[in-house]
Structure formats: structure tokens, C-alpha cells
């Protein structure tokens, strides 16, 4: 079985990336941890929610293409690290650095590419912040054509 991983850098992903890691060894499956670049505006800093607007301006980032690319380099090498040190003998781990909307790049990636499956994490942000920053979970599991498993 293939398996594809979505990767972020959150603490969320991590627990997706662990879950998957728990599944393939029971199947001696393959995983790709696959990171979307997708420069533009991002959050970042904290995990309680804001409070107005001027908590969402301090906490959202604009970035240029050639620092998206490194810092998602980075999250993948980093995933992969841990997930090479925890996985079981016969589970292979690879990396993928997708180009685009994480919703369109995980879902076309895992479907013209075969996945069995893919697993992402789900940050549980309020409604607030969804309707500001979206989920990408959310919308993999209403777009995807291939099974999604969104763990919280």
C-alpha cells in the first residue's frame, strides 16, 4: 500500500504523520510526506484563538516563493527524520515538494500518482479563523477522489 502524508510543520501533521506511521507498520506500507509550497499568506504564532483583527494582523505572514520553497524543504527533511527514526523495518518514506493550493496539490498529486490513502491533520481552528485561513482537511475530504484520514 502507498500512503501519501500531508506535512505542515504543526504539531497536528505530526500527529497525522505519527498515525500513518502506526498503520503502515502494520501493512508494510510506503509513505510520501508530501509538503505543499504555496507562497502568500500564512498564520503563524499561537494557539489560542485571536481576540479582532489586530491579533489576525500580527499573526498573519506574507512570503516570497523562494523562502516557501526552503521552509517547506525544511518541514519535509524534518518529517522524514522522524519518520525514518520511528518507523519499522520494511516501511519505505519518501519526500514530495508539491507546487500550489494544498487542497488541489495533495488531491491531483494522490490521485494521478495511485495513493491508497491520504492522512492529514486537522488543527481544530474556530470557525472564525476557518472562515480567514480555511481547512485544508476540510476541503481534501469534500475534493479528494482518493480515501482521506483527517486525524485531531
Known amino acids: 500500500m502507498r500512503f501519501l502524508v500531508g506535512i505542515d510543520g504543526s504539531d497536528a501533521s505530526r500527529k497525522a ?5 502506526d498503520v503502515a507498520d502494520g501493512t508494510e506500507a510506503t509513505l510520501t510526506l508530501a509538503y505543499a509550497v504555496d507562497p502568500g499568506v500564512y498564520a ?6 485571536p481576540a479582532d483583527l489586530t491579533d489576525f494582523d500580527d499573526r498573519l505572514v506574507i512570503e516570497n516563493e523562494d523562502d516557501a520553497f526552503e521552509r517547506g524543504r525544511q518541514v519535509v527533511e524534518a518529517a522524514a527524520d522522524h519518520a525514518r527514526g520511528r518507523a519499522a523495518d520494511g516501511v519505505d518514506v519518501d519526500t514530495a515538494l508539491l507546487d500550489g493550493d494544498p487542497v488541489e496539490a495533495l488531491a491531483d498529486f494522490a490521485a494521478e500518482q495511485g495513493y491508497d490513502g491520504v492522512f492529514v ?18 476541503s481534501l ?7 482521506v484520514t483527517v486525524v485531531h
Open 141 to 147: 475530504v469534500e475534493g479528494s477522489s482518493v480515501p
Open 121 to 138: 491533520g486537522h488543527r481544530g481552528l474556530s470557525a472564525h479563523e476557518e472562515r480567514l485561513l480555511g481547512s485544508v482537511a476540510k
Open 44 to 49: 503563524e504564532g499561537g494557539e489560542v484563538p
Open 17 to 21: 504523520l505519527d498515525h500513518a506511521l
